[in-house]
């Protein structure tokens, strides 16, 4: 689709409009760092940093929802809660645009389609944003992403100084910008330019196929204790993390009368696996920090094909101890690698014997 | 002899005479400028030890976590040997079971500014220990006090400051995790048979959370603000700690986490209480 030019002006003037018909939800300055909150002009947007303190997943997936309400002498009956509303998200960058679209995989790609998500991921447009200056702890290029990776958005602006080149990447991000003047070539080699002096600002691609391969064989692998010890199993990666998904469902009844209501949960705590029997199969700290690095890295590749993992670096910016998921990366590569090597020699030397 | 280079070198002689299976310290984070809890088992990874004002996190919380190991020696500052002290108060380690290597603590420091919990800090120096490390930091003076403006508010004005401070919590439970005092094999959040409180992030939720939080820390916190600083969302949590000691040393006169001998503040009986219902 045709790249257009978005200058600041036109984007103040889009922002009011969108403002009309729907929600306009933008980062925020908020204390030292930005949220998502809604705007209605483009004067309280902060689009200058890299990265929310929550990532866009609560605007698709809500920390907590109301599934229906009920009354409870009334088991046969259910009232639905209102349609969420049109909403667009504005300043979203690549890596939450890209852990959206690992969320899609789950709620709506395969088997059974979860209607909450649905319908609300069915009116929100995301208007996403090139990263031309990666902190310290982002590594999207090393996960397979992309400063300005366009997955899960429906448009991307990529500033070129004083202006945007917008590109759409659906009819209802083309739609957003419809009418705007289209990008020139200089345009479009300074927003190339910008992409690749960010993407080489970060860390070398991580070898996932073959993380994959090594974490198949590594459930009772003694690293995970080694690995886990810092760890104290509070759920702040997996809740500012933008593919974790989890949740938990909770009843809350007052007189007679009660909501169903779905709230985030986390593979940290150890109610998460709690059977109703008392028997807990992760009750261990490292049986819980090891879940966790297996779903990003294993078990979302054998159920979507992709690793989880978008590289956005919250985890690592908000953990109390520190733990930085690209260390735990490179010291699974090289320690099961080279356990994978010894057992390999193991079975050469049984085999000759 | 520097204060680290004394670290690991005692570090090294304690795991290679067998004294301690562990030395719990600090090391540097991958991330440039982080430093985070290390767990040296072998003398030979005693050089990757550090201490300096980034060592913020109190390592008294691991201590209930890694017991079972055997002997464990545990870097302390003067906040980490005072939770220690309410740690064998409640008998959840044993003395004979940790050698505890005290240092100074000039204030830990976060993106460059002395940490808000250090600015108030009474004790930067070790209450117990087994060994010191380094020479005993200065006294700092503290700061004013820090709930003056929150004490002028009126009662529903106070309520509104901490509603609107915990309204951003997202219920990771990262305050509760990183404390000492948190060992409870089931906290009360987390029981579901009754469930005690609301799993979600509404304000009563949220607030009732905090409020519960900080009255199972009345007379046991020790104001460290490990919590403040391993808050994902920036919450003032230090503002609920500083109230609650305040009003303990008040109406109790105890200070948490001085004497292992001293009964708990809210757990224990006087006949003598000066409140009527009590006898």
């Not at chain 1, 992309?146 to 448009?155: E, M, Q, R, V």
């Not at chain 2, 030890?49 to 002997?71: E, I, Q, S, T, W």
């Not at chain 2, 919990?117 to 003076?141: F, G």
């Not at chain 2, 007379?219 to 391993?230: F, K, N, Y």
């Amino acid at each position: 689709m045709t790249q257009r030019i978005v200058t600041a002006a036109a984007l103040d003037k889009l922002v009011a409009e969108w403002a009309k018909s729907g929600a306009v939800y933008a980062p925020v300055k908020v204390k030292d760092w930005t949220e998502f909150r809604r705007i209605s002009s483009l004067a309280e947007a902060d689009l200058t940093r890299v990265n929310t303190k929550l990532s866009a997943k609560g605007l698709v997936f809500p920390q907590c929802e109301t599934m229906f309400r009920f009354e409870t002498n009334r088991p046969d009956k259910a009232e639905e809660v209102a349609q969420p509303g049109a909403q667009v998200v504005l300043g979203v960058r690549p890596c939450d645009a890209a852990g959206i679209a690992v969320l899609d995989e789950f709620f709506t790609g395969q088997g059974e389609t979860d209607a909450y998500y649905q319908r609300r991921r069915e009116r929100t447009v995301l208007v996403g944003l090139s990263c031309d200056a990666p902190a310290d702890t982002c590594f999207c290029s090393a996960v397979g992403g992309s400063p300005a990776g366009t997955s899960g958005l429906d448009l991307l602006l990529t500033d070129v100084g004083g202006k945007y080149v917008a590109e759409p990447l659906a009819d209802r991000g083309a739609a957003l910008v419809d009418g705007m003047p289209e990008a020139t070539a200089p345009d479009l080699a300074k927003k190339a330019e910008l992409a690749g002096k960010a993407a080489a600002a970060m860390a070398d691609r991580i070898d996932t196929r073959k993380l994959k391969g090594l974490l198949d064989a590594a459930d009772g692998h003694p690293i995970w204790e080694e690995l886990s010890l810092p760890c104290v199993n509070c759920g702040a990666c997996t809740f500012i993390c933008p593919t974790c998904h989890c949740f938990d469902m909770t009843d809350e009844t007052r007189k007679g009368k009660g909501a169903r209501i779905r709230v985030w949960d986390t593979c940290q705590s150890c109610m998460y696996s709690q059977h109703a029997s008392g028997h807990n199969p992760r009750l261990a700290p490292a049986a819980r920090f090891r879940n966790r690095t297996m779903d990003k890295f294993r078990y979302t590749v054998d159920m979507v094909g992709e690793v989880s993992c978008v590289g956005c670096g919250r985890c690592i910016r908000e953990c109390p101890a520190a733990i930085d998921i690209r260390e735990t990366v490179d010291v699974l590569l090289r320690q099961l690698s080279q356990s994978d090597a010894m057992q390999n020699a193991d079975c050469k030397m049984q085999k000759s014997k | 002899m520097s204060r680290e280079a004394q670290l690991r070198k005692r570090a090294r002689e304690l795991l290679a005479d067998k004294c301690v299976v562990m030395v719990l310290g600090y090391r540097p984070a991958k991330r440039e400028g982080a430093v985070q809890p290390a767990f040296i088992t072998r003398p030979e990874d005693a050089d990757a030890l550090v201490f300096d004002d980034r060592c913020g996190m109190n390592l008294a919380a691991y201590l209930p976590r890694v017991k079972h190991l055997g002997r464990i020696a545990v870097v302390a500052k003067g906040c980490d040997s005072r939770s220690i002290v309410g740690l064998l108060k409640e008998k959840q380690v044993a003395r004979d079971q940790l050698v505890i290597l005290g240092v100074g603590c000039e204030g830990v420091k976060e993106n460059g500014r002395l940490s808000d919990a250090c600015t108030t800090c009474a004790y930067p120096n070790p209450v117990i220990c087994d060994e010191m490390l380094s020479d005993n930091a200065p006294e700092r003076k503290p700061a004013a006090d820090p709930l003056a403006e929150f004490e002028k508010l009126t009662p529903d004005e106070r309520w509104q400051a901490l509603a609107d401070d915990v309204a951003r919590c997202i219920r990771c439970y990262a305050c509760r995790q990183v404390c000492p005092n948190c060992y409870c094999p089931t906290c009360f959040m987390d029981a579901s048979g009754p469930q005690w409180v609301g799993k979600t992030t509404a304000d009563s939720d949220n607030m009732m959370f905090h409020l519960m939080r900080a009255m199972h820390m009345a007379g046991r916190c020790v104001e460290c603000g490990t919590c403040s600083r391993g808050c994902p969302m920036g919450i003032d949590l230090m503002k609920f700690n500083r109230k609650v000691a305040k009003i303990v040393k008040e109406r109790f006169g105890a200070v948490a986490g001085l004497d292992p001998d001293e009964p708990p503040a809210l757990a224990a009986f006087d006949p003598n209480d000066k409140q009527e219902f009590i006898r």
